[in-house]
């Protein structure tokens, strides 16, 4: 259970993120949608402590997040990135079990297996031994979600997931992370409406650092809460 | 012309041996500076202030003066200053190192910070604790874009150890001079010693080179 208390974030020249309280406590599926620089990011990126609150806290499972503690506590939640952030000098099959090898200390036959196996449900087992550069944008994302997955999180953030993708992969990659819905709690940013409206259970609708809607998705395209909300849903509505 | 030639044999395999005294001083003075430097980029990274001001003053202030001050300092400075008195070999070899790590320790931290951030943040969403992060995410990165810059360091002291001819070693630089003296010539001997550290230059910097491709990915 992830619980979000006044938190604020500020950066030199301006204030990412005001004073939000949000609570993810089921394993349903979260899309947080909103313009550019309406802080998105930095709310997900404080909930792994990539970011460190200006104020508020973040508390999982009870236990506030520093610093210090963000090892023990983020373990399980996985992240992937617009960027795919793949480590270019390792193997695909590395970058999957260099995690659980080295943070978890599982054994080594047995992670490669589990690696192997992922790979091979994601349709990429044949670039197991490949660099990382030698993939396209959509294999390398798939890569990213098996090396989170690799973790076993409890929790999967997706930042934008498909934003550096080709617009005819990102349908593989949107029908790989419906796959893994109910499977775990995801928190997925994304600009895609579409996209949103096939995942969602809940949408947080972002502004200004505000958090100005969070419903259930049904209700939310049906009769979103905010008038900022319908504005942006009808200007963006038939582009995505 | 023959003859001259035949006659400046034993200089020139006198002015040759002095390669050794050269390259003695500036492998183990780049070893010895790797290590500073390797700390010092260290320091500059890491999340305590003092520290990280300690290792900027230190680089500005060998970076800032001429080394040919320093290694007098060390040699005829220290003895008066605190009663040290170095061999020719060990306050050479000292200074050299100072020096190197000031500059290797900035091509260290540059090639640390040239990795991109999303690397960090990677690693730190898996749970991966800052060293493991720092040795097998980022120096490996890094170290290709530190290898060339490394490279011209080694050079750099190749060429800048004949400053210790000051003090009196009898390296390239010196044996040249000895020669010139003796033979009232100054350009045989001089052109005898640039060649010399020039082609240790161009094999160092081959050298260089065939590591570097095999490091491409």
């Known amino acids: 259970m992830i619980v979000l208390e006044k938190v604020t974030k500020k950066f030199i020249d301006n204030t990412a993120i005001k004073n939000i309280n949000l609570t993810f406590d089921k394993k349903e599926t979260t899309v947080i949608i909103g313009p550019s620089g309406s802080g998105k990011s930095t709310l997900i990126r404080c909930i792994n402590n990539l970011e460190n609150p200006t104020s508020g806290s973040v508390v999982i499972n009870g236990k506030k997040l520093t610093r210090r503690n963000r090892g023990k506590l983020c373990f399980k939640i996985g992240m992937v990135f617009q960027q795919f952030n793949l480590f270019p000098h390792m193997s695909v099959l590395e970058n999957l079990t260099y995690s659980p090898l080295n943070v978890l200390h599982t054994s080594k036959i047995e992670t490669q297996g589990k690696a192997r196996k992922l790979l091979d449900t994601f349709g990429i087992l044949e670039k197991a031994d490949s660099s990382p550069s030698k993939l396209s944008g959509g294999q390398k994302q798939r890569v990213a979600i098996c090396r989170a997955l690799m973790m076993d999180p409890e929790t999967m953030l997706f930042d934008e997931p498909t934003s550096a993708l080709d617009p005819e992969i990102v349908k593989d990659i949107i029908e790989i992370i419906n796959n893994l819905k109910n499977q775990m709690q995801m928190i997925v940013i994304t600009h895609h409406i579409k996209f949103a409206k096939i995942i969602a259970d809940r949408i947080i609708f972002m502004d200004k650092g505000l958090v100005l809607a969070d419903q259930p998705a049904n209700e939310f395209f049906a009769k979103p809460a905010s008038h900022r909300a319908k504005l942006f849903l009808a200007n963006v509505g038939d582009l995505m | ?177 000895v020669v010139s003296a003796e033979t009232y010539t100054f350009f045989t001997p001089m052109l005898t010693a640039a060649a010399a550290y020039y082609l240790m230059v161009l094999i160092i910097s081959s050298f260089a080179l065939l590591l570097e491709k095999r490091l491409a990915i």
């Open chain 2, 1 to 177: 012309m023959y003859n001259d030639l035949v006659a400046f044999l034993p200089h020139l395999y006198f002015i040759l041996k002095g390669v050794t005294v050269t390259l003695k001083y500036s492998v183990i003075s780049v070893c010895f500076g790797l290590i500073i430097g390797t700390i010092l980029a260290f320091l500059k990274v890491i999340d305590l202030k003092i520290l990280r001001l300690a290792a900027h003053a230190y680089t500005s202030i060998f970076r800032g003066t001429p080394l040919l001050i320093q290694l007098t300092i060390i040699y005829f400075g220290l003895p008066g200053l605190i009663g040290l008195k170095l061999s020719v070999f060990s306050a050479g070899v000292i200074a050299f190192s100072l020096n190197s790590g000031a500059y290797v320790s900035e091509i260290i931290r540059a090639g640390i910070e040239s990795v991109d951030k999303g690397q960090v943040e990677a690693a730190k969403a898996l749970g991966i604790s800052p060293i493991l992060r720092m040795k097998d995410i980022i120096l490996p990165q890094a170290f290709r874009s530190i290898l060339p810059a490394l490279v011209n360091e080694l050079i750099n002291l190749v060429k800048e150890s004949c400053l210790i001819s000051v003090i009196g070693e009898m390296d390239l630089m010196r044996r040249a001079q």
